[in-house]
């Protein structure tokens, strides 16, 4: 029996193992709580998003969010000839080079970039950065001219939905013709891609349709009358978004593909462009999990169950956006029917992983749960409080190693 339909998460004989090894094994090794990093899912992952990518775009490009987790020992799986890195600082940028990835492959993203951001054009020929902002397309340039380089430059726009904010609006006329202007004065770097991303937790496939629309309109908008701006063929790069796996199905990635490709056709020549994606979540996401212990059970003044456990917010942030799945470790096959909610280790009441999740009827103290999906987020946004942050066990390959949890 598979956890949440995830092949790497199953259950025999009342027996849970996690990446072919049992969780009685692992947790003979260390104590929980404690991550688990399961490096041949996301080799899995990555390569089933590359296959269906290509089958509908051929030489598209994608690119690992480095931002979703930055744990050495997945940076390395998922390097290589399919797969680029996205990174957002200096710091995501060296890890992504220690991993594996060339700075060819390498996307510098993001609203935030800062000196050690524009110094990397020191070191690195034709890097390519995605700008949200006018002002930072001059920084950039000036950057190159500084140190006898040249760079490629992207713009992000702002995908429409209501009070969005970061990012170019096509819409905005003053400030293409504005932007239009600065991109044809700097002459140390090379307009190449559009990018807008339509969120996180993406479950409609035609969200990427209307994205990939806001792009051909701003690439007509910033070459009205202008002639051919942007280098052929031109770069649009859809971001990421995906869910994990169990809801981001092959199925619904080819409906993600579709969509994107009528929405190119109806007016223009598909191959004009290469598709660019940055799956995070669904490569990380349910190649993590954690192993934590029930410490109390009791009912607050509404009678409802609860069960505080020994990891909080300070572990496994809600700003992660992750659909959690709890499972009992001790009684894993058990129906996971009944309600309770789960209070983190945090002194607050607002440090809550869940109201009225599934779990076993029978919450026991001292025997442990497993949360799944949570390999995307949880150390990047968490936040930090006074207790230990818990170790990562890297399983792969059926090598179960303990490393620490590289924090930001």
């Given at each position: 029996m598979r956890l949440a339909n995830n092949p790497a998460f199953t259950v025999t004989g009342g027996k849970l193992s996690m990446g072919g090894r049992s969780v009685e094994d692992v947790m003979a090794m260390v104590k929980p709580p404690f991550f688990v990093l399961l490096p041949d899912r996301a080799r899995e992952n990555r390569d089933t998003f590359t296959s269906i990518a290509q089958e509908s775009f051929p030489g598209s490009r994608c690119y690992y969010s480095v931002k979703t987790s930055m744990q050495p020992a997945l940076l390395r799986a998922i390097a290589g000839a399919s797969m680029g890195a996205q990174v957002v600082?200096?710091?995501?940028?060296?890890?992504?080079?220690?991993?594996?990835?060339?700075?060819?492959?390498?996307?510098?993203?993001?609203?935030?970039?800062?000196?050690?951001?524009?110094?990397?054009?020191?070191?690195?020929?034709?890097?390519?950065?995605?700008?949200?902002?006018?002002?930072?397309?001059?920084f950039l340039d000036a950057a190159c001219s500084q140190h006898g380089k040249s760079a490629r430059v992207g713009l992000r726009f702002r995908f429409p939905r209501k009070e969005n904010r970061l990012g170019f609006s096509p819409r905005d006329r003053p400030a293409m013709d504005s932007?239009?202007?600065?991109?044809?004065?700097?002459?140390?770097?090379?307009?190449?891609?559009?990018?807008?991303?339509?969120?996180?937790?993406?479950?409609?496939?035609?969200?990427?349709?209307?994205?990939?629309?806001?792009?051909?309109?701003?690439?007509?908008?910033?070459?009205?009358?202008?002639?051919?701006?942007?280098?052929?063929?031109?770069?649009?790069?859809?971001?990421?978004?995906?869910?994990?796996?169990?809801?981001?199905?092959?199925?619904?990635?080819?409906?993600?593909?579709?969509?994107?490709?009528?929405?190119?056709?109806?007016?223009?020549?598909?191959?004009?462009?290469?598709l660019c994606f940055e799956p995070g979540r669904y490569i990380a996401g349910d190649a993590g999990a954690l192993v934590?212990?029930?410490?109390?059970?009791?009912?607050?003044?509404?009678?409802?169950?609860?069960?505080?456990?020994?990891?909080?917010?300070?572990?496994?942030?809600?700003?992660?956006?992750?659909?959690?799945?709890?499972?009992?470790?001790?009684?894993?096959?058990?129906?996971?029917?009944?309600?309770?909610?789960?209070?983190?280790?945090?002194?607050?009441?607002q440090d809550v992983f869940g109201k009225g999740v599934h779990f076993v009827k029978e919450a026991i103290p001292g025997e442990h749960v497993l949360l799944l999906n949570c390999g995307a987020y949880s150390t990047t946004f968490s936040m930090r409080f006074s207790f230990p942050h818990p170790p990562t066990v890297v399983i792969d390959g059926g090598c179960c190693t303990v490393e620490p949890t590289l924090l930001p």
């Open positions: 600082s200096a710091r995501e940028f060296e890890l992504a080079r220690a991993a594996g990835f060339s700075p060819q492959d390498i996307i510098v993203d993001g609203i935030y970039h800062d000196a050690t951001t524009f110094d990397l054009v020191a070191r690195h020929d034709d890097l390519l950065f995605v700008e949200s902002w006018e002002r930072n397309v001059r932007l239009r202007e600065t991109l044809s004065s700097c002459k140390n770097v090379e307009p190449c891609m559009l990018a807008c991303h339509p969120g996180s937790q993406v479950q409609d496939p035609k969200a990427y349709a209307v994205a990939c629309q806001v792009l051909l309109d701003a690439q007509e908008a910033l070459e009205r009358g202008n002639g051919s701006l942007f280098q052929e063929p031109m770069l649009i790069d859809l971001g990421g978004g995906f869910p994990e796996p169990e809801m981001a199905t092959p199925a619904f990635l080819r409906a993600v593909m579709a969509a994107i490709r009528d929405a190119i056709s109806a007016n223009h020549d598909p191959g004009r462009y290469i934590a212990s029930l410490l109390h059970v009791f009912n607050d003044d509404g009678g409802n169950r609860w069960a505080l456990l020994d990891i909080g917010m300070d572990v496994l942030t809600r700003f992660a956006n992750s659909h959690y799945r709890f499972f009992s470790i001790e009684h894993p096959d058990a129906s996971h029917g009944t309600p309770i909610s789960f209070q983190g280790r945090v002194p607050t009441e």
